[in-house]
């Protein structure tokens, strides 16, 4: 089984409000990925990193944002939830390569 | 359109019979391949993957890439219903490179 965490698995928020979705991974793995996920819909992959310090955006533009302080942590923000942000959002790692990505439970948002 | 596209179903079969799942992708330079199963509040879980064309086989699943015509196929035999999932085709173009999913496959295995 995966050691990748994600909390909570459920949040129902109000709009304007800031959230912050957390990921956990004691693996060690390098690479970490946000993907967001609608019913019946693909994975959109919106954030990745590398490294400690390293961010890049993904695929699919978000409002959200994301740090990579420590090697096992990265964390989503949204400063101002809107109901357009509604989503599964997934976290993800893989080491060394990414033939084989290690998902997280994910965290279902809904605002209102 | 889409880099990897596959029927969303649901599809429907009776336990013991054997599932065929399929994916086409539109990129000749995508050399991974895998098939990801995604349970209902959770996230997807690695089922196989493979390197170029050619089958590979894992207890009741087999892939299959047919590079030629740029086909993937999951074959599950003797299906059971805690196969009862949606199954993610997903392609590379390195083992470096990001993933690309396809939407998915609802199936249901009826007991």
């Known amino acids: 089984e995966a050691d990748i965490y994600q909390t909570p698995r459920y949040l129902v928020i109000g709009t304007g409000k800031k959230i912050t979705l957390e990921c956990s991974q004691t693996?060690?793995?390098?690479?970490m990925y946000w993907y967001q996920q609608d019913p019946g819909m693909e994975l959109h992959l919106i954030h990745y990193?590398?490294?400690?310090?390293?961010?890049e955006k993904g695929d699919l533009s978000s409002e959200s944002t994301v740090s990579r302080i420590r090697t096992e942590h990265f964390p989503l923000t949204l400063e101002s939830a809107r109901p357009s942000h509604t989503s599964q959002y997934l976290c993800?790692?893989?080491?060394?390569?990414?033939?084989?990505?290690?998902f997280g439970s994910g965290t279902q948002l809904s605002v209102l | 359109q889409k880099e990897v596209e596959q029927d969303p179903g649901p599809l429907s079969v009776p336990e013991g019979a054997i599932v065929s799942l399929n994916c086409t992708y539109s990129?000749?330079?995508?050399?991974?391949f895998m098939w990801y199963r995604q349970y209902s509040r959770k996230g997807p879980e690695l089922l196989m993957y493979?390197?170029?064309?050619g089958n590979k086989e894992d207890g009741r699943f087999t892939a299959q890439v047919d590079k030629s015509s740029k086909y993937i196929s999951l074959f599950i035999r003797d299906s059971q219903p805690s196969d009862s999932a949606t199954y993610l085709c997903?392609?590379?173009?390195?083992?470096?490179?990001?993933?690309?999913f396809g939407p998915g496959t609802s199936l249901s295995v009826i007991p």
């Open positions: 993800a790692s893989s080491a060394p390569t990414n033939e084989k990505l290690f």
């Open positions: 693996m060690g793995h390098d690479k």
């Open positions: 990193s590398y490294g400690v310090n390293s961010t």
């Open positions: 990129n000749s330079a995508f050399q991974y």
């Open positions: 493979t390197y170029s064309s």
């Open positions: 997903a392609t590379l173009k390195t083992s470096y490179d990001k993933v690309i």
